[in-house]
Structures are given as C-alpha cells and as structure tokens.
C-alpha cells in the first residue's frame, strides 16, 4: 500500500501526532502527580525510612569510678580498651575473616563465625580489647571491622584485697559490680552511659550527628583499707594456712578508736585480672559472708546474767580441771588436736 497523499493523509497524521502528543502529555502528569504526591504527602514517611536505613545508634559507656585505699593505691580501676564492632553484611568472606580474628581477640574461630553471619549490620567482637592490641587489628585491614576508645577494669595491686575488692561484669550497658566493693558501691562507682546517633553512607562513613549525649563518669570510691597493712596481713595468714594445712584463714585489722577498718584478707587469693582462673570457693569474703558461732564474744552475756542473778560476784572463784581433751573429726576445718595441759 501507499502511503496516503493529499489531505486525508495530512488528516491522519496530524491525528495520530495529537494521539501520540496527548499520551506523552498524560504519562508527564502522571508522573509529576506522583512525583509531587511523594514529595509532599509522602516526603516525611520516605524521608525517615531512608534514615533509618542508614542511621547508627551507638552507647557510650560511662567511665567506672576507682577504688582507692587511705594510702592513695588504687585497688580497683579503669584503662582505655578497644570496642570491636563488625557489620556482617560487609564482611565478604566469613571464615576468613574469623581466622584472622581469632587470634588477636582472644576468641575462637567459629564463635566469629556465627557473629559475622548473622543477619544485621552490627555486631560486638570484643567489649574492652586491651589497647596494645590494637595495632595487631589494624594491621589486619578488615573491610567492616571497627574498632572504638573503649574502657576496661583491672585491678593494678592483682591479689591484694581479691575478695574484698571483688569484681565486675560487663552487661553490654558498661561494667555492673558483681562482688565486693565493686558490688557494693556499684551505684556510686557507675556513671550514666552516653548515647550518640548518627547517620552513615553506603560505606560506614558518618554523614552528621543527629544525637549526641555525653557520658557522665562515676565517682572514686576512697576506703579505710591501707594496701600496706592488706598486703601484710594476707602474707602472715598464707603463712598460717600453709602451717596449719588449713582450707582458709581470714583475719580483720581494725582500729579501735573508731572501727575503721585496716585489713579484711581471707587465703587463699586469686587475681581478678584473670578470670579463667578463679576457684569458685576462693570467691567469698569469709569475714563478712559466712555464718560463724557467736564463741567467746558472747561470754559477756553468760556473765552478765549470771551477775544480774546474783550467781556470781567479781571476786568468785572457779575451779578448772587441769586438762582438756579435743575429740578429733572427719572435718577438716577442725583438724584433730592432741590433749595439752
């Protein structure tokens, strides 16, 4: 066929370009509606669903307070660590990853593994590496691992005062006291953790700071304890201990005048600084933890009433047999004794 001439084809042609005009015309609207639907109606909802792909909300814990004897030693306190964090959905190779981790953090190949699997994009490796670490992990240059200022607690005197000092745990919101003083000063000795916010590109970068809440550290704790006297009074009881065969001594230095007290030692000792080496039954602090017999302090209450009841006087008289024989026993805590004059 040919194509039609004359006015009838200029007729049709002109239809067909309004036709095809109208379409494009009506296609633009439609798309400037919705354009100007999504960036008004909808602007915020889009708006805020973009940001929180993007946005980082991290915790910043407070600095834990120190322990402090009367003669300026700290028996407990905080160091700068390391936090290493890891988003998994940057983390091209898992178990390669895991492999070269493993040994600079301390931890084991496949516990990595299943945290740099996990579905999200944060992940704590390590709460408080210590800070000599942290050239080892740089040098690795791990695409998707991080590492921030972090802190940690140690105790810098190691055994001295263990028990009574006690120790911490860190509950992801910043170290908690779980013994001792740690424990029963935590409300003092934790600070309020800080929060900061913020929004990251395509590849972890921060574009701007939405929140940022400064942490507030906690406050120095200072004790009656002299680090002297708990040092010395733990090595005179390790003495007693190895002599007597006994499972454990404790011993208190107190002065009289106002009850302050100098020295609570209990052997055998451990240092919190390690904790895969702890026995469960060193943990205690006997002195204050463990039921003992009222003994000789409660002779007082003996006499007293024997006193009141006109039973004795001051000036009585008692007869004593001339020896006395300690029964042995199975338990150890009592070793057997021999009869003395």
């Given at each position: ?5 004359g ?8 239809r ?7 379409v494009v ?22 708006s805020?669903?973009a940001?929180?792909?993007?946005r980082v ?14 003669d ?15 988003d ?19 931890r ?7 945290q740099l ?13 210590s800070a000599d ?8 240059k ?5 590492a ?24 992801g919101k910043?170290?908690?006291g779980?013994a ?5 000063f935590?409300?003092?000795?934790t600070?309020?953790?800080?929060r ?8 972890s ?10 942490p ?11 680090a002297?006297?708990?040092?010395y009074?733990e ?15 404790s011993?208190?230095?107190m ?6 007290i100098?020295?609570?030692a209990?052997?055998p ?12 039954d060193?943990?205690?602090n006997?002195?204050?933890v ?10 007082v209450v ?7 009841e006109?039973?004795?006087?001051p ?5 004593l ?7 042995p ?9 021999s009869?003395?004059?």
């Open positions: 066929m040919t194509p039609t001439k006015p009838a084809g200029a007729r049709a042609r002109s067909r370009i309004r036709l095809l005009t109208g015309v009506i296609a633009l609207g439609l798309l400037g509606t919705r354009a100007a639907f999504l960036g008004t109606v909808r602007a915020g909802d889009l805020a669903r940001d929180d792909q993007r909300e991290r915790v910043l814990p407070a600095r834990r307070g120190s322990i402090i004897t009367r300026g030693r700290e028996l407990a306190a905080t160091r700068p660590a390391l936090l290493v964090t890891a998994p959905s940057e983390i091209d190779d898992p178990v390669a990853t895991a492999r070269a981790l493993a040994p600079v953090l301390g084991s190949a496949d516990e990595l593994y299943n699997t996990r579905p999200g994009r944060y992940e704590v490796l390590h709460r408080a590496l670490r942290g050239p080892a992990l740089s040098a690795l791990i695409v998707g691992v991080t921030a200022d972090a802190d940690e607690r140690f105790y810098p005197l190691r055994r001295v005062g263990s028990q009574l000092v006690g120790f911490t745990r860190d509950d910043g170290a908690r779980i001792g003083l740690e424990m029963q935590d409300r003092h000795l600070g309020r953790p800080g900061r916010v913020e929004l990251q590109d395509a590849f970068e921060p574009l701007r700071v939405i929140e940022d809440l400064p507030v550290p906690g406050t120095d704790v200072h004790v009656t304890i002299d002297a006297i708990q040092d009074t090595n005179v009881i390790a003495g007693t201990r190895k002599d007597s065969g006994a499972l454990s001594v011993a208190i230095v002065r009289p005048s106002d009850g302050a100098y020295a609570m209990t052997v000792r451990f240092d919190p600084n390690d904790r895969s080496n702890i026995p469960e060193a943990v205690a006997r002195p204050v463990h039921v003992y017999e009222p003994g000789s302090t409660f002779k003996t006499v007293a009433g024997a006193v009141e006109g039973l004795v006087t000036r009585t008289v008692f007869d047999p001339p020896t006395v024989t300690l029964y026993t199975t338990d150890r805590r009592y070793a057997p004794m009869p003395r004059s």
